[in-house]
């Protein structure tokens, strides 16, 4: 096994495992009969995300990016049609559904229909993949800066956290063998957010005795 085949099953090994965090969000729904204190967004993003990575596997040829994008998808619906079933605001969710359904079908139309393929297409839609995927990774920075100031790390999950670390530092050096930046790039802001958060559960080791307990998480 080379080091380039190696780093394949390490992001495959860590990105799945951080896609079936969500399973513990679908027992608590199944046990609950319920959708409350469970956030519906990050099923919504996630599964964009995972299927922008995955039409870009496709138009690469890459199996490592098509196979672990296809078992996220995939895990993405379950939670998704799940949380449809046992929410309380379905009006709401299935809107945001609709609407997220929408932009993917005029981003298919546009990277499909209006794009002429070849370099130009692959390069628009890993720019686009990059952006969104950073987005995704920085957007919980405001909720960190509320955790430090409360001094509470309850709402963070440190096995997770470990999962993001790894999965991401996998993804950088998968794609600096490859020499895409597309794929390493968007990937450092999950090292540089893992650290943070590590930092994080340090600082306040001592006001959360329970760090391995952790299990919820959205951020």
């Known amino acids: 096994?080379?080091?380039?085949?190696?780093?394949?099953?390490?992001?495959?090994?860590?990105?799945?495992?951080?896609?079936?965090?969500?399973?513990?969000?679908?027992?608590?729904?199944?046990?609950?009969?319920?959708?409350?204190?469970?956030?519906?967004?990050?099923?919504?993003?996630?599964?964009?995300?995972?299927?922008?990575?995955?039409?870009?596997?496709?138009?690469?040829?890459?199996?490592?990016?098509?196979s672990v994008n296809i078992i996220g998808?995939?895990?993405?619906?379950?939670?998704?049609i799940m949380y449809i079933r046992y929410t309380k605001q379905k009006r709401l969710v299935i809107s945001e559904t609709l609407a997220a359904g929408t932009v993917l079908l005029c981003a298919w139309f546009y990277f499909t229909m209006i794009l002429s393929k070849g370099d130009a297409q692959l390069s628009q839609l890993g720019l686009t993949c990059s952006v969104f995927t950073v987005s995704m990774y920085l957007s919980p920075v405001t909720d960190l800066v509320g955790i430090v100031r409360s001094g509470n790390v309850q709402c963070l999950s440190f096995p997770l956290?470990?999962?993001?670390?790894?999965?991401?530092?996998?993804?950088v050096l998968y794609g600096h063998q490859l020499s895409d930046?597309?794929?390493?790039?968007?990937?450092?802001?999950?090292?540089?957010?893992?650290?943070?958060?590590?930092?994080?559960?340090?600082?306040?080791?001592?006001?959360?005795?329970?760090?391995?307990?952790?299990?919820?998480?959205?951020?």
């Not at 390493?184 to 306040?204: E, H, L, Q």
Request: hydrophobic share 50%; proline share 3%; with cysteine.
């Open 73 to 80: 998808a995939l895990l993405q619906f379950l939670y998704i």
């Open 161 to 171: 956290t470990v999962a993001t670390f790894f999965c991401s530092t996998s993804w």
């Open 181 to 219: 930046y597309y794929v390493m790039v968007p990937n450092m802001p999950g090292i540089f957010t893992s650290i943070i958060r590590f930092y994080v559960f340090w600082k306040f080791r001592a006001v959360n005795q329970s760090l391995p307990s952790y299990k919820s998480m959205h951020i």
């Open 1 to 66: 096994m080379d080091f380039l085949e190696l780093l394949s099953w390490c992001c495959i090994v860590f990105t799945v495992g951080m896609f079936l965090t969500g399973l513990t969000d679908l027992k608590k729904m199944l046990e609950s009969q319920s959708a409350d204190n469970i956030q519906f967004l990050p099923f919504l993003t996630t599964c964009l995300n995972n299927l922008g990575w995955l039409y870009y596997g496709i138009l690469k040829g890459d199996q490592t990016i098509l």
